[in-house]
């Protein structure tokens, strides 16, 4: 293989394999990567672990206004985006607003840095796959360890692609012929490898969503059950079916992927527990971060979303809208203990560390999966077992003396979802899930797109939480409207020059 300087984006984003430094199996390797060719990266056992662990490391430090940075599309940006896309939680300075008022065209940089960085990690896994095979043959690798780094790289290739369609497609429940996004899954590591590639264009969201359960169901057969919570491992496989199968509206396969981890993974006592305690039953796959090698003071989750007077910039609060919600209990644990104020607003207490910034960014945790088979239970119209499940996520973060939900709380069907897709937006605040709901469920119907935000850059006192001021709203948008996808990158267009792929319409 040939080392190539690339020179353009569409060429940058399917850069070259790249190798990590080699280290236990069990905790990602964080340090900077180096291009080396492949028959050098694939010559030895740990040589191949080391390229392995470049493709986490790609996905937690990537491609952003033109260097590597500020966690794309994983280390960071793919909570912030989502949380940002919503209304859930706000957006109190400059850094995020294009985000947060849905102003991106296809210049801006976080569309287009979530684009590039994801292709790069994506390629990066395609590279691994394909030299996987001409190191087992070698006997480089044994045919256990092939496995197992295989069904990492579908598991990496398969986040990634999703990823895209929640943020570059319309839903698969509204019209799964619509525009998907390029499924990538040749390598690009020479010159004349690079038109072939150009020519996988947007297939159909349908298409798209078939590949990826076609990644993750070959991934599941391949990995271990048990393994530390920062590699991929059978059950990482498992959570991310069930999402995927939940925005494809396949309730029974939801309720199947749950049955499979149930005894393996499990909720924790408290709601607190997984964010203190990462090694959890409730933790399935999280990226990891190290004090030399996170997404920085202008990335890091602790950084954006903690309290200043603890160290953080609080770039990102609590919305009021949530916290003065009538559904969200006000003795409940998760305002008490997973938040902190001061006289400015209410701030994520999710990740702590604002000086070393080593919180993980968490991807999977059991707990959606439980509350993804809720809400298929509920549309397959078994109430009982939709309500057991949520109350089991509830129940944890509530003292005693408040009451579970019984059938007698819903008068129908309607009501139970409407009480499941709450309890999401309570649990998964500032773990940037909101987004990805608001785009399923968009597409079915059941929202009208973007409901109202607090005005951005509004909220200046804790007035606005404990008190009855009223809150100043603004940035909704419709299902209907263009900007509810983000466009295509303009360069990747302009470069794809053997076959440009279609823009979003509108853009």
């Not at 966690?71 to 949380?83: E, I, S, T």
């Not at 579908?154 to 012929?177: I, K, T, W």
């Not at 796959?285 to 007077?309: C, K």
């Not at 207490?349 to 604002?354: N, Q």
């Amino acid at each position: 293989m040939r080392k190539i300087n690339f020179k353009n984006i569409k060429l940058a984003i399917t850069a070259i394999a790249i190798m990590g430094v080699a280290s236990s199996c069990d905790v990602t390797d964080l340090s900077p990567a180096n291009l080396i060719p492949d028959e050098e990266a694939f010559g030895t056992a740990a040589r191949v672990e080391s390229v392995v662990l470049g493709v986490y490391e790609s996905a937690q430090a990537g491609f952003y206004l033109g260097v590597v940075q500020r966690g794309y599309p994983f280390g960071a940006a793919n909570v912030q985006q989502g949380d940002m896309r919503g209304e859930d939680m706000y957006n109190d300075q400059l850094f995020y607003e294009i985000t947060y008022v849905a102003n991106h065209t296809p210049f801006s940089a976080n569309n287009n840095g979530m684009w590039i960085s994801i292709y790069r990690m994506v390629n990066r896994a395609n590279i691994v796959l394909e030299n996987l095979e001409t190191a087992l043959q070698a006997g480089v690798i044994n045919q256990q360890q092939r496995d197992v780094l295989r069904g990492e790289m579908l598991f990496m290739r398969a986040l990634g692609h999703h990823e895209l369609l929640v943020h570059f497609a319309r839903p698969y429940m509204d019209n799964p012929g619509s525009l998907g996004v390029p499924y990538r899954t040749v390598a690009i590591n020479d010159v004349p490898l690079v038109a072939e590639n150009e020519a996988v264009g947007r297939t159909t969201v349908a298409d798209d969503y078939a590949q990826l359960l076609a990644d993750l169901n070959e991934a599941e057969g391949l990995l271990p059950l048990e393994r530390n919570f920062s590699r991929v491992r059978r059950g990482a496989v498992i959570g991310l079916k069930s999402r995927v199968l939940l925005h494809m509206g396949n309730w029974q396969g939801v309720v199947d992927e749950l049955n499979k981890l149930t005894g393996t993974y499990g909720l924790t006592d408290s709601p607190v527990t997984p964010f203190r305690n990462w090694n959890s039953p409730e933790n399935i796959f999280s990226f990891v971060h190290t004090a030399e090698s996170n997404a920085g003071v202008n990335g890091a989750l602790p950084a954006m979303y903690g309290n200043p007077a603890r160290g953080a910039r609080g770039l990102v609060k609590v919305s009021p809208l949530i916290w003065r919600s009538e559904f969200w209990h006000p003795e409940d644990l998760r305002r008490s203990e997973l938040t902190d104020r001061n006289a400015g607003g209410i701030y994520s207490f999710k990740y702590t560390d604002v000086v070393t910034r080593t919180d993980p960014n968490p991807i999977l945790r059991f707990s959606e999966v439980v509350l993804n088979a809720a809400e298929a239970h509920a549309r397959l119209g078994n109430s009982a077992q939709a309500i057991e499940l949520l109350n089991s996520v509830r129940d944890r973060a509530l003292p005693a003396s408040i009451p579970s939900f019984t059938a007698g709380d819903f008068a129908n069907t309607d009501a139970l979802l409407t009480a499941i897709f709450n309890e999401r937006r309570i649990e998964f605040l500032a773990e940037g899930r909101r987004w990805a709901d608001i785009h399923r469920l968009s597409g079915e119907g059941l929202m009208d797109g973007i409901p109202l935000k607090a005005t951005s850059r509004s909220i200046t006192s804790l007035d606005f939480y404990t008190t009855d001021r009223e809150i100043p709203t603004d940035h909704a948008l419709p299902y209907t409207d263009t900007r509810f996808v983000w466009p295509i990158p303009q360069e990747e267009i302009l470069n794809n020059s053997t076959a440009p792929i279609e823009q979003n319409p509108g853009y």
